[in-house]
């Protein structure tokens, strides 16, 4: 059920409800199906048509599926010790009442469970999934993920876990973005560890959450201690205190306590009921070690926290007989997944791939664009964004500082805020928080356009990129993450060190990341309509700062045949200035292609015939298409103003030297030094015109 406008008085500012096609919640998924077959002799427990467990507040239903998870804990920990499982599991044992609570008063088909490395409890409440979670653990292909994730990524319809701390918190603040912008009932809900506040995106999670007030919990489970280091050592002041600095409702229970469960659901209820953000501190202890056998805490502390193990008082409180009725049928039934586990083919890929950017569909661009009309490089941009903004609903723009009258800190959206209120949204100072957020979004069908001031900046947000948008796709059924990071990156501007590098080099080497760098002479509009809509892949879309204000003007380029094999080739096309017979053959891309077409000018008042190719797509490399023209070159310089080292150029040099090429390459780039704010000293660092000059037809001119 929608909720009404009444119950959303209080908006945040600049923000506006819009309306997209809301799932088919009611219908059963397949996944859904296919778990409730494998599992559907579960004993004594019920399910809705999600395949979710459906426990009510009755002591015998929550022993048993608590009792469940403990046994299916301690097989996983068996297992392990008989040299049967490898890796690792970190079991939740002593913690069950305090994982199950929350998640089985989730009833909403719409609400989000995001967790973390010590996950099971949360899962199986969620999933009822025994045996396919066990499968996964085990590596086989009946597991829920296929044996891809393992034991600390998990998902199944709105789960989610990652192994990495604190990882999940901003996804979950774009995902409860995404529901009060949809009105829907659903809430999102963020289980974190307490050791988990050591973690600085926590803190840029909390106060997103907090300024656009979206329906999201964060649940944390403090159960007193980090892998062997007690919590008091490591986290100063009070847990629940930090939640109520960023003005979050927060609340305070006990998983030992006798109301705990009902407790805990009033929590669920007062927060699907305000639609504000919340924080709620479980205070339990795990019985288990952190993984398998790491336990180094001392038998005294141990038989305090048997004594207080709520799952055991809980069947303690049963009648004898109806607990040993219980616990038969569960040590029955977890012998029969054991068994079925073990019996299942191990995982394999029916044909493995060697680029995750070529897995999934993406869907087509709306329309074939007119020739882009005479603007410079912001007007283009400006222009792409606000024709995505109109044509397509899914698309938002986030980043500091995007609003009006400022528009960014290089003005490419400015006026955009004014005609798009609440698509156009001005965010803290958190990039990795925001670029988090943008994956949150991603995952419920947005297509978020997030800015990025500085490329230097990128690296606050690695973690998201590498860790989340980029794995998801590939280790995930059905989990496209169409997500653009716009950034403007590069120097000749004396912004100094931190605010001046060009970081296509080290961003190329992220597997499954898009790197684009278009040019004044690609039709750069077009490229970010297509990295928005026209591509479900993660991309980093770089913008050269003195590109801006050059005219964008295709000149004498020709645009060369992308080769099918190169995923994304036919979009983000490679351009050519053709020279019959050239005497050298020129790669450079972004912001240097301005500095080398002048280079080339003067390379040819000196009667030297110079071939120009202006790829715009750095990642995937676009190989065949690329080599499709280089092969039959005698000399290729590749000129970046990247460092030197692995990236774009070194992997295509590799892949001349790979093919057998017959003539001679040469690198040039940027010293491997920090780029200094002084302008004389800057250009002594960046390749410029009379280097570049000087080092080009030596290069031509030396006949070995």
Known sequence: MLLGPQQHEQEPRGLIHFFLPMAQVNEPQPAAAVLLRQADNVPGIERDVHAKP????????????????????????????????????????????CQMAVVRALTDPEDVVLSNHRNHGHFLTYSGAFEPLVAEIMGRQSGVCRGVGGSQHLAFRHFHSNGVQ????????????????????????????????????????LNLAAVWRVPMLFVVENNG????????????????????????????????????MAAAEEVVKSMRQQREPGFLVIHTRRLGPHSKGDD??????????????????????????????????NYAYIQLVRDRAMAAPESRQAAPSDSVSVTGGTVAVSRQ?????????????????????????????????????????????????????GRVLSTPI????????????????????????????????????????????????HCAVPLVIRTPCGGRRGYGPTHSQSPENLLSGVPGLTVVFGSHRHDIGSLLETATVGWDHPVVFLEHKLLYGEMQH????????????????????????????????????????????RVADLLEAEDFVVELVAPSLLQPLPRETLLNVLMKRERVAIVEETYLGPGFGSELAASLLERRYAGRVTRIGTSPVPIPAARSLESQVLPGEDVLFQRLASFVADPD
């Open 430 to 477: 958190s990039e990795a928080g925001v670029v988090g957020a943008a994956i949150g979004l991603a995952l419920a069908g947005f297509r978020p356009v997030v800015e990025i001031m500085f490329a230097d900046f990128i690296f606050l947000a690695m973690d998201q990129i590498y860790n989340h948008a980029v794995k998801f796709p590939s280790m995930f059924d």
């Open 166 to 205: 604190a990882g999940m918190s901003a996804i979950g603040a774009g995902l409860a973005l995404a529901r009060r912008m949809r009105q829907s009932s659903g809430i999102v809900t963020c289980f974190i560890g307490d050791g988990t506040f050591g973690e600085g995106l926590l803190y840029e999670s």
């Open 54 to 97: 459906m426990l009510p507040l009755d002591s015998a239903v929550v022993y048993r599926f608590g009792h469940l998870i403990r046994l299916t804990e301690q097989l996983l920990l068996d297992l392990f010790g008989k040299g049967l499982l490898s890796g690792t599991t970190h079991t939740c044992i002593g913690q069950e009442l």
């Open 296 to 329: 180094l805490r001392d038998a005294d502390e141990m038989d305090a926290i048997r004594l207080r193990d709520p799952l055991m008082r809980l069947g303690d409180s049963l009648r004898s007989e109806e607990r040993a009725e219980v616990e038969a049928a």
């Open 369 to 421: 664009r007119a020739p882009a009309p005479a603007r410079n490089v912001r007007a283009s941009l400006n222009a792409a964004l606000r024709e995505l903004l109109e044509r397509h609903s899914e698309v938002l723009l986030l980043g500091e500082d995007l609003h009006d009258p400022y528009g960014g800190a290089f003005k490419v959206t400015k006026g955009l805020s004014t005609d798009f209120r």
């Open 554 to 597: 295709r000149g004498d380029y020709v645009e060369t045949p992308a080769t099918a094999s190169d995923a994304g080739a036919d979009r983000f096309p490679t351009l050519v200035r053709t020279r019959a017979h050239p005497d050298l053959t020129i790669v450079a891309y972004g912001g240097m292609l301005p500095v080398i077409e």
């Open 225 to 260: 201690i980090a892998q062997t280091t007690p919590t008091a050592d490591t986290v100063g002041g009070s847990l629940t205190a930090r939640g109520a600095a960023f003005g979050l409702r927060t609340w305070e229970l006990d998983d030992a306590d006798a109301g705990f």
